[in-house]
């Protein structure tokens, strides 16, 4: 058997971290088996389904490097839809109910009250054809119902082992709203079966769906999927996540903290795993080390502070070949693999790396609070050209003429050089910033 997986988001608000991760498991999965990933956009909510998600939802998807093998969009099935409605109208699992809202929700709340879970009570299956034509010539339209059997469902889930359902204490899900438009629960298993996924993974939140699910799918003629729920992500105080509240979105780790792509799959791939988590600089390598049998049931916590230190980790090893785009969207475009190297070990994020082509490039008010020293030191400059050795080679000199060292050597170096307290190895630095600068800022003029 060939695996195919889905990704199935509704183009209602942003892409958090959350919706994300599942994504990425998906993505990994698939990749991990030689199978597919399938991007299906869930868009029927007419109402809250907008383009500039759905183009979110890709962007997103792109730049994290979860590439799709194919694509669907439900809103072009309607006419499939309506196909399978009907032949479960005629075979007697789909029925038409009446009840307003207003009545449903006085029942649930009876119900309650009475300390019984709130199923409904298949009162339209009691229903008259004259009671159904009287409803109709009242102007109420029928929403639909499945009908399901009361048997146990039972599932061996490859996050949560068994589960077990049984079939009468689920309540029959409506699948048709009043205005004849399909709802999740009806489209999904019927996209799952028409594209033949094998492996459907997804939030703990549909464990409950799934048991209603399964039966669907026996009633459509599909082949039922393996299902894997995983615990949903929190934020770091224990939250849950809303894309509409457009928390933890991923195009604001992106577009606002400048967050690397391979730092967000390297926290996610990992997160509520019994794997430490590592930054990985590729998806080959979470690929390699991806086992769905290492998700764990308790639930992750998403911490931004987490993220931002794996983000400046895999700075640290990121080639400058690979981050050379980023710099050149930031105005570097004469940014080269020397500077990438003196710089990056100080980075948290690339943007960052305008400051130090600033302090190496451009004029910069030094810090010079010891003139004496500093003229000293400046006098003992050696002359270019200047290499990694050419820090320790002046230092030594300006140490044997003064008799300075430790903090107060370097650091009014550094403050005169660079303006700050802190910040990449001199060594590094000092060949970018040249002769005529150094010798300026060491005498205390901006240059």
């Known amino acids: 058997m060939s695996v195919a997986v889905r990704f199935a988001p509704s183009p209602t608000g942003l892409l958090h971290v959350g919706n994300v991760r599942l994504a990425l498991v998906n993505w990994l999965f698939a990749r991990k088996a030689g199978g597919t990933f399938l ?39 309607y006419g499939r839809y309506d196909e ?4 479960l109208k005629a075979s007697g699992r789909l029925y ?14 009876s119900l309650v009250s009475q300390g019984r879970p709130p199923i409904y009570d298949r009162a339209a299956l009691r229903l008259s054809d004259a009671d159904r034509a009287r409803l109709e010539s009242e102007g109420r339209k029928p929403h639909w119902r499945f009908k399901l059997e009361h048997t146990p469902v039972e599932w061996t889930d490859l996050v949560r082992g068994p589960v077990h359902f049984e079939g009468a204490a689920l309540s029959d899900p409506v699948l048709i709203r009043e205005d004849g438009r399909p ?11 028409d594209l033949a996924i094998t492996h459907v993974i997804r939030g703990e939140d549909h464990v409950a769906n799934t048991a209603v699910q399964i039966q669907i799918f026996e009633a459509v003629g599909g082949a039922v999927p393996v299902f894997a729920h995983l ?22 780790l992106r577009e606002e903290e400048g967050i690397e792509p391979m730092a967000l799959a390297s926290l996610l791939a990992k997160l509520g ?25 308790a639930t992750p916590k998403f911490d931004p502070e987490e ?18 785009g980023e710099l050149a969207a930031l105005g570097l ?74 903090k107060d050597l370097f650091l009014p170096l550094r403050r005169a050089l660079t303006g700050r307290d802190h910040g990449p190895e001199l060594k590094n630095l000092l060949p970018l910033i040249g002769r005529t600068r150094a010798q300026k800022r060491l005498a205390g003029e901006t240059a």
């Open 39 to 77: 991007l299906r956009l869930d868009d029927t909510d007419e109402e809250r389904s907008k383009p500039e998600y759905a183009e979110g939802i890709e962007r997103d998807l792109t730049w994290l490097g979860l590439t799709w093998d194919r694509f669907a969009r439900e809103s072009d099935r």
């Open 183 to 193: 709802l999740y629960t009806l489209t999904s298993v019927v996209d799952d079966a």
């Open 333 to 406: 475009a004469d940014a080269d693999a020397v500077f990438w190297e003196a710089v990056r070990p100080n980075l948290s994020r690339v943007a960052e790396a305008r400051d130090w082509w600033a302090v190496t490039h451009a004029p910069v008010a030094p810090a010079a609070d010891d003139p004496a020293f500093l003229a000293e030191a400046a006098a003992l400059l050696p002359e270019e050209p200047w290499d990694l050795s050419t820090w320790g080679t002046w230092t030594g000199a300006v140490k044997a003429k003064t008799g300075r060292k430790g």
């Open 231 to 252: 615990p949903l992500l929190t934020d770091a105080a224990g939250q849950g996540l809303s894309k509409r509240l457009g928390s933890l979105s991923v195009a604001s």
């Open 96 to 109: 038409p109910c009446y009840e307003t809202p207003e009545e449903l929700n006085l029942k649930r709340a």
């Open 273 to 297: 795993t019994s794997d430490a988590i590592e930054p990985r600089l590729t998806l080959d390598e979470l690929v390699a080390e991806f086992d769905i049998a290492k998700v764990s049931r």
């Open 307 to 324: 993220l931002l230190r794996l983000n400046a980790r895999i700075l640290h090893l990121l080639p400058f070949e690979q981050v050379a």
């Open 84 to 87: 399978v409605a009907a032949a």
